[in-house]
Every structure is written in C-alpha cells, then in structure tokens.
C-alpha cells in the first residue's frame, strides 16, 4: 500500500475541493462522526419524502452536480454556517449514492487519507434487486486492509432496510451470510443475500485492478451555483475519462 499511498491521497477532478477546502479544515477524523456529519449535510434525492421534504424540480437538480467543488459551493449557498453546525432537511444538497461516495472520499483524502470511491450493485435495497450503487472506501492502517463502508446509510435507512451488517464495514463483495457487526445496524438477522453483488469499475474515484475505465461518462459544468455564471449550468459531456486519477489498472 505504500506505493500507491499517493495516489489515493491525491484528489482528481471530482473530489477536489478547489477553493472551498477550508470548508473542510476542522471536521472529524473518525469515520463514524464524518459520515454522520456528511449525512447532515446531504439527503437522498429517493428517501426526501421519509425526511418531510417535498423536493421542488429546481432543488431536485442539484444531483447534477457532479465535482466536490460544486456541491460545496451549493452547500454554502444553502447555509454558509460552518459544516459541522447542524442544519435542517430543507437546507441540505440533495444529492444521490454517488454524491454521498463523492464527497466522503474528497472529505478523507482531504485529512490525508488513502480512500477511493466504488460502484457495483447493492443488494440490500430491495429483495431480488440489484441496484446501481456507490459506496466508500479506505485504508485502515492497522489491520492492512480496504474497508468498504456506505456513507448514505443514516440510523433511519437502516432501521426501515433492517440491515444485517454495520454500513461503517461491510463484508467484501460476493460473501454470503455476513455476521452483523457491531454498528447502528447491529442485532439484525443474518443475511442470506451478499451485501453486494461484485464492485465493477468506479471509472475513476478509484477502483480494483482489474476494472476498466471507461464505464463512465464524467460530465463539467460551466459555472457552479454561487460562483459565477448561471446558478444551472447545463452539464457539458465530455469524452469517458476516470473521475479521479488517469490509469488503465489500479493499484490493489
């Protein structure tokens, strides 16, 4: 891992928080309270109904905001306190899985921590159902290892999935039954369907070795919201390129 320790500490065009880093300076360094943090500051554009939150089509665009530096500057537009004071639904960036990966990851590598994005299909959102997913990952020093966790799932998400596995370390794709650890979801039943199905490519956050990266099409906007231009730029499609750094296989 110490190899390609620099990689992963290195933010690409999507988790790079540009001139909005010092928002960043400050927050938690442990994971649980991070994602808590990030769980404040962002809702799910698909459970807003379960907050109270009617999304108007203006507010639901903000999901096409694609960089760090552009869901920032809409963070601060929303409510320029500081990111880790509370806030209420209505003020938070609604945003998607994606969203979630995206800004956690730009969050660690920013304290100096090696994390990567992934994306597969979670299993775990409704029976029989493989959904297009993203979940999280970084390196745990001192057990020399990836750990895979879904910054999405809050206390709420977890109670109404009944999940049978702790969301801050899941059991790696493609194991059957994993042992529920400890966590908010801890005490479920055990799970007879994987947590997910096998993690393709990130096309770029990060991913494994073997994936490739063309699987997906990052998009630029003009302008971000609160910065110049129009608050919507329309996104411009650009060529498949990764997310984060250029490289035709990853390191492990």
């Known amino acids: 891992m110490n190899s390609s320790r620099s990689f992963y500490t290195t933010p690409g065009p999507l988790t790079d928080p540009g001139e909005y880093a010092p928002l960043l300076d400050g927050l938690p360094t442990a994971l649980p309270e991070l994602v808590r943090l990030l769980q404040v500051l962002a809702v799910h554009i698909f459970w807003a109904g379960r907050y109270g939150l009617e999304l108007s089509e203006e507010r639901r665009k903000e999901v096409s905001l694609?960089?760090?530096?552009?869901?920032?500057?809409?963070?601060?537009?929303?409510?320029p306190t500081p990111l880790n004071q509370p806030r209420p639904a209505g003020l938070r960036l609604v945003s998607n899985c994606r969203d979630f990966a995206t800004v956690i990851t730009g969050m660690l590598i920013h304290q100096g921590a090696p994390a990567r994005a992934r994306c597969g299909f979670g299993v775990y959102f409704m029976p029989n159902h493989y959904e297009d997913h993203w979940v999280g990952e970084y390196w745990n020093e001192d057990q020399a290892r990836w750990v895979m966790f879904d910054p999405q799932l809050d206390e709420m998400m977890c109670e109404t999935l009944k999940l049978p596995f702790d969301p801050l370390d899941m059991p790696a794709p493609g194991s059957s039954s994993p042992e529920a650890r400890p966590g908010c979801c801890a005490g479920a039943p055990a799970a007879t369907p994987t947590s997910l199905a096998s993690l393709t490519c990130t096309a770029g956050i990060s991913s494994s070795a073997t994936c490739s990266v063309t699987c997906w099409r990052s998009t630029r906007s003009r302008s971000c919201p609160g910065t110049t231009g129009p608050g919507w730029a329309r996104p411009l499609p650009v060529s498949p390129r990764p997310i984060g750094r250029t490289a035709t296989t990853w390191p492990s």
Not at 71 to 78: D, S
């Open 66 to 79: 694609r960089s760090l530096r552009c869901k920032l500057a809409r963070i601060r537009e929303l409510d």
